[in-house]
T-cell receptor
Framework: EDQVTQSPEALRLQEGESSSLNCSYT??????LFWYRQDPGKGPEFLFT???AGEEKEKERLKATLTKKESFLHITAPKPEDSATYLC????????????FGTGTRLKVLA | GAVVSQHPSRVICKSGTSVKIECRSL??????MFWYRQFPKKSLMLMAT?????????EQGVEKDKFLINHASLTLSTLTVTSAHPEDSSFYIC?????????????FGPGTRLTVT
């Protein structure tokens, strides 16, 4: 069965304290691995798409990487405005465009 | 680019009434749209996949007759919650795929908060 697991469930960081969020996935064939940011009461905001192992993408303080079993979202020198829930989702090659979502990591960055 | 809107953003209705939520892709055509439900501090739960011009595909456990989905055009999908009850209160989010070759990313709307009293 296709499955996506995120860890940790919640993370508190001091401003400037770098860390990584993990997304482990099991899908029959990976079409894409997606990262989103979600603020309370809002819809998810697209961050990155990764398609193949070894691929990396960067945006400001965020960097996403992909292996054959997991993806990492690295946050370098985070700021309080990076506080949000980060969601990853896997899309399989099964013929539909459905996402399999992880449960998310709630990040809190303290000033 | 790739902006998705939802209307209304918040709605309060009485038990037994029906509520319609609209999802529009503003700057692209979307052959496929999705409807999700999200409970507090939980991830998104897929309710159904909506394809333009055809019947929606519902996930297991989602009542088709209660959650009516219509995808009448390439930029509009609607979700109607029929005979709403307090347990239907939730945050409903739609997403859309541009459908361009190689672009499988879902772009999400801002969500609709439904409260049934």
């Amino acid at each position: 069965e296709d499955q996506v697991t995120q860890s940790p469930e919640a993370l508190r960081l001091q401003e400037g304290e770098s860390s990584s969020l993990n997304c482990s996935y099991t899908v029959s064939g990976l079409r894409g691995l997606f990262w989103y940011r979600q603020d309370p009461g809002k819809g998810p905001e697209f961050l990155f798409t990764l398609y193949s192992a070894g691929e990396e993408k960067e945006k400001e303080r965020l960097k996403a990487t992909l292996t054959k079993k997991e993806s990492f979202l690295h946050i370098t020198a985070p700021k309080p405005e990076d506080s949000a829930t980060y969601l990853c989702a896997a899309q399989s090659t099964s013929g539909t465009y459905k996402y399999i979502f992880g449960t998310g990591t709630r990040l809190k960055v303290l000033a | 680019g790739a902006v998705v809107s939802q209307h209304p953003s918040r709605v309060i209705c009485k038990s037994g009434t029906s509520v319609k939520i609209e999802c529009r892709s503003l700057d692209f055509q979307a052959t496929t749209m999705f409807w999700y439900r999200q409970f507090p501090k939980k991830s998104l739960m897929l309710m159904a996949t909506s394809n333009e011009g055809s019947k929606a595909t519902y996930e297991q456990g989602v009542e088709k007759d209660k959650f009516l989905i219509n995808h009448a055009s390439l930029t509009l999908s609607t979700l109607t919650v029929t005979s709403a009850h307090p347990e239907d209160s939730s945050f409903y989010i739609c997403s859309a795929i541009p459908g361009l070759a190689g672009n499988y990313e879902q772009y999400f709307g801002p969500g609709t908060r439904l409260t049934v009293t």
